[in-house]
């Protein structure tokens, strides 16, 4: 590939952690869609967090009799081969690939990666930089939030307008971040402002909901932060079953609003 005008976009869902439960792919060459692949997978480890089934949609009855992702590989490698990979959060994606490629024992193709996510930060000044939020920026059509593969065809058109300003990007490091929309582009105060942007959480106790680190993940994904220790810069305190300490700083501070497990997943669902 000479340009940035034939790549391979992708988006992976997963069960918890960096454990695959569905691929999209969707192939670009002079900008326009050519082929497409969607899969659900079976995972490493046959188990769910609840917080990732609610997200996107797939519980463990949905991939139980799939195929594996090693059952899948020779299926979808020609994708990756000596490709341009653009993936929203690519470091997480190519993670996941990674990680599960060195699991069944797969040789790693070379291919090289771009960041919808990184870019956009980058070249935009939008109050957050979810998938969705730069899919209404650039009034793209998105009806299945966290289907692989609509995320995928979703990157794909975000990367489009973004080839020629990612180039200088890439090429040269360029920070400096335009403030004029393009003209088809809808007013940057018609997104709705995330209700985590710029909160700070921490997560204390033993936690039987979800995982720390997929919850965490998802902070950070809606434009939050998460830090170690009780302040008065905390916001949320999400507690689980004994909590000790650190809850009873946060009730002497006053000021954290406390969560229950429960409660953290409708405001991230909300």
């Given at each position: 590939?000479?340009?940035?005008?034939?790549?391979?976009?992708?988006d992976?869902?997963?069960?918890?952690?960096?454990?695959?439960?569905?691929?999209?792919i969707?192939?670009?060459s002079?900008?326009?869609?050519?082929?497409?692949?969607?899969?659900?997978?079976?995972?490493?480890?046959?188990?769910?967090?609840?917080?990732?089934?609610?997200?996107?949609?797939?519980?463990?009855?949905?991939?139980?009799?799939?195929?594996?992702?090693?059952?899948?590989?020779?299926?979808?490698?020609?994708?990756?081969?000596?490709?341009?990979?653009?993936?929203?959060?690519?470091?997480?994606?190519?993670?996941?690939?990674?990680?599960?490629?060195?699991?069944?024992k797969?040789?790693?193709?070379?291919?090289?990666?771009?960041c919808?996510?990184?870019?956009?930060?980058?070249?935009?000044?939008?109050?957050?930089?979810?998938?969705?939020?730069?899919?209404?920026?650039?009034?793209?059509?998105?009806n299945?939030?966290?289907?692989?593969?609509?995320?995928?065809?979703?990157?794909?058109?975000?990367?489009?307008?973004?080839?020629?300003?990612?180039?200088?990007?890439?090429?040269?490091?360029?920070?400096?971040?335009i403030?004029?929309?393009?003209?088809?582009?809808?007013?940057?105060?018609?997104?709705?402002?995330?209700?985590?942007?710029?909160?700070?959480?921490?997560?204390?106790?033993?936690?039987?909901?979800?995982?720390?680190?997929?919850?965490?993940?998802?902070?950070?994904?809606?434009?939050?932060?998460?830090?170690?220790?009780?302040?008065?810069?905390?916001?949320?305190?999400?507690a689980?079953?004994?909590?000790g300490?650190?809850?009873?700083?946060?009730?002497?501070?006053?000021?954290?609003?406390?969560?229950?497990?429960d409660?953290?997943?409708?405001?991230?669902?909300?």
């Amino acid at each position: 590939m000479d340009t940035y005008n034939d790549f391979v976009a992708i988006d992976f869902e997963t069960s918890y952690g960096h454990i695959p439960c569905s691929l999209g792919i969707v192939e670009f060459s002079n900008g326009e869609p050519i082929n497409e692949y969607y899969t659900l997978i079976k995972p490493i480890d046959l188990k769910f967090n609840p917080i990732n089934s609610r997200i996107n949609g797939i519980f463990l009855e949905d991939v139980f009799n799939k195929k594996e992702f090693d059952e899948i590989w020779n299926e979808i490698e020609h994708f990756f081969i000596d490709k341009n990979i653009v993936a929203h959060n690519a470091s997480t994606d190519i993670t996941i690939l990674n990680k599960t490629l060195d699991y069944y024992k797969i040789h790693k193709p070379d291919f090289k990666s771009f960041c919808t996510l990184e870019i956009s930060k980058s070249l935009l000044e939008l109050e957050n930089y979810k998938l969705s939020t730069l899919a209404s920026y650039f009034q793209f059509n998105q009806n299945n939030y966290h289907n692989a593969l609509e995320d995928a065809y979703i990157c794909g058109q975000i990367f489009n307008e973004f080839r020629d300003n990612a180039f200088e990007y890439i090429k040269n490091d360029n920070k400096k971040r335009i403030r004029k929309p393009k003209s088809n582009a809808s007013s940057i105060n018609t997104i709705k402002t995330d209700i985590l942007l710029g909160k700070t959480f921490l997560f204390t106790g033993t936690l039987t909901k979800f995982n720390r680190t997929d919850a965490q993940k998802m902070v950070e994904d809606h434009g939050g932060k998460n830090i170690s220790a009780v302040s008065k810069n905390l916001n949320f305190l999400v507690a689980g079953d004994k909590a000790g300490s650190k809850l009873k700083k946060a009730e002497e501070i006053g000021t954290v609003v406390v969560l229950t497990e429960d409660e953290f997943l409708n405001m991230i669902n909300g």
